[in-house]
């Protein structure tokens, strides 16, 4: 984070925290005139609610704004009430009934002035930098959108050559660094925008791995994964290797289409940007407003609802993967927002977290038992939110790409990927851009699974995935429309630029080289080409991308055919 940033963020938060103890001295006001109430035995039932609803407001937001000891009191106080409100509607107790409450709860609220009274008018910069809020973890987008680079380093690079080549025609940036000169080495990793892998024999793994350590930010390390090369596949081997901190580990001779899947699978791992989209629901306006900017300033996007009469069309407007919800609301039960979510079948599998200053076992089971998933009990240091909320975001989306995607590419599943077509289509008449589809499909692949076995044909199929993935933009769309059938979306992309891009993919594809034991084979690809713009439904659009596929299949394969919507038909 530039030095701007920070001074925004803490101009920001300091903001925030004027707020907060402007309103404190409003809440303790008016505590203190519950206090009188009670020591003249004349505090009705439904002042007693109001007392207790302030008090778990500032046992859930005080400690978040540097005031702990006035948040932990708050709690103690809060929970005695609980008890006394509890008895009250055990007692039936009506609203305008008074209820009997110590003099010494009047004493503790009394003392909550004392605490507030010992925080400073404003905070400082120094005590805002360290409670500002982490910083964005180095995301990428991954191979998709980006070139994924791999760094092959050692001292001897005799062999590691031959294998960077091999991998560059899978369309990775490929080069080679020695140990030996490490400054030079960390510094064309730092200038590397993209997603940067590492590899190495397992001889060279710990001053690899020491390299790391030693010369990259720690903070990046998750940008550096290390993909070890070894001759054993013994368990003292692989035990050693991954005591030595290696994220991954293939054993001679090399199985090339897995290497470069793995690879690309650490590359999307750890570029998913952004890393999540978070509705935060409470009433605490301050409070949600100090998460939001924490989260954001973390690289998550999130927005808060502090009416919950909002709620229901904020769910559809900002399509959250994770919603963090107060308990209390004032006159709304978090517990009954959560059951009202599940209503609608579109929200069933979204993750509801009660951020709530609740810290009592049985209470939050049972409120859990009724829609929710977890508990995060309030106060949070801001580390510890950015982290929840990172872990349960990652989660929520790979359980929504195993609903969404195919399971053998991870790409778009049939019905999203012809979802999107429609959705480009409308793109391209609101914004006038030119847009096509390409249908894809692999030659004889059918004699491919025949002769090699469906476990190769698998093999295949992935591999041809990972090379879409790595050769196409991050605006790009890529569906598995069916077996060995492929479905590409390009926006804003002239048909005739779409014809030599998807022509240079399959002349990589068709260098690649597959291995059935000792016996090599390759295989190649057709495709078909649209443009979108030409056809007033989607359906009509892939149609004939479709035709323009079985056009080049008639022509000899290994090739792309463009769609010509004149009489004449197609175009080679």
């Not at 199985?255 to 998913?272: K, M, N, V």
């Not at 009469?309 to 919800?325: G, I, Q, T």
């Not at 429609?422 to 249908?439: I, K």
Request: proline share 4%; glycine share 6%; with cysteine.
């Amino acid at each position: 984070m530039n030095s701007i940033a920070v001074d925004q963020l803490q101009e920001r938060l300091r903001l925030l925290q004027e707020r907060f103890f402007e309103r404190a001295r409003g809440d303790i006001e008016t505590l203190s005139g519950f206090a009188r109430l009670i020591d003249q035995q004349q505090l009705p039932h439904s002042e007693l609610e109001k007392c207790y609803k302030l008090l778990h407001r500032m046992a859930g937001s005080a400690g978040t704004f540097g005031l702990p000891e006035l948040g932990q009191s708050a709690r103690v106080i809060e929970k005695q009430l609980k008890a006394l409100l509890e008895s009250a509607v055990s007692a039936d107790v009506a609203g305008d009934e008074f209820v009997s409450v110590s003099a010494e709860v009047a004493s503790e609220i009394r003392q909550l002035a004392r605490l507030l009274e010992k925080a400073p008018d404003v905070v400082t910069t120094a005590e805002v930098s360290q409670a500002k809020a982490p910083a964005a973890a180095e995301s990428y987008d991954g191979a998709h959108g980006m070139q994924v680079n791999v760094m092959a380093l050692g001292y001897s690079l005799d062999y590691l050559p031959g294998l960077v080549k091999s991998l560059a025609v899978y369309g990775f940036v490929c080069e080679s660094g020695s140990i030996d000169h490490p400054d030079d080495v960390a510094e064309r990793l730092r200038e590397r925008a993209n997603a940067s892998i590492l590899l190495c024999v397992d001889s060279a793994l710990g001053d690899v791995m020491d390299f790391r350590e030693q010369h990259l930010p720690k903070a990046e390390h998750r940008r550096f994964p290390v993909v070890c090369i070894g001759h054993e596949s013994s368990f003292d081997s692989l035990y050693r290797v991954a005591q030595q901190g290696a994220t991954a580990y293939f054993c001679e001779p090399l199985d090339l289409p897995e290497l470069a899947e793995r690879i690309e699978s650490l590359a999307l791992e750890r570029g998913s940007r952004p890393q999540g989209r978070v509705l935060i629901v409470d009433d605490d306006v301050e409070l949600g407003e100090h998460y939001c900017l924490v989260l954001k300033q973390a690289g998550i996007i999130a927005r808060l609802v502090s009416d919950p009469s909002d709620l229901m069309s904020e769910l559809s407007a900002f399509e959250p993967d994770l919603v963090l919800m107060d308990v209390q609301l004032r006159d709304f039960s978090g517990v009954t927002l959560a059951r009202l979510i599940r209503y609608e079948q579109r929200w069933l599998g979204l993750p509801i977290v009660y951020l709530s200053s609740e810290d009592n076992p049985e209470n939050q089971l049972d409120a859990l038992s009724k829609g929710a998933d977890e508990f995060l009990v309030k106060p949070v240091t801001d580390d510890y939110l950015v982290r929840s909320v990172r872990i349960r975001c990652y989660r929520a989306r790979q359980l929504s790409d195993l609903m969404n995607r195919d399971s053998l590419t991870g790409l778009l599943k049939h019905s999203l990927i012809k979802q999107e077509v429609d959705r480009e289509l409308a793109r391209c008449r609101r914004a006038g851009h030119t847009s096509c589809v390409v249908m894809l499909d692999l030659d004889h692949f059918k004699r491919v699974n025949d002769t090699w076995g469906h476990g190769q044909g698998d093999i295949v199929i992935r591999t041809l995935a990972n090379l879409l993935r790595n050769r196409l933009r991050e605006s790009d769309v890529i569906g598995r429309y069916g077996g060995e059938e492929f479905l590409l979306i390009l926006p804003d992309c002239e048909p005739t630029v779409a014809v030599k891009l998807i022509e240079a993919i399959g002349r990589s594809f068709a260098e690649l080289v597959f291995w059935a034991g000792d016996v090599s084979f390759q295989v190649t690809l057709s495709a078909g080409v649209a443009l979108i713009n030409d056809f007033p439904v989607s359906d009509q659009a892939i149609e004939a991308a479709d035709q323009a596929l079985y056009q080049r299949k008639r022509g000899g394969r290994n090739g792309v055919t463009l769609y010509d919507p004149s009489p004449v038909g197609v175009k080679s």
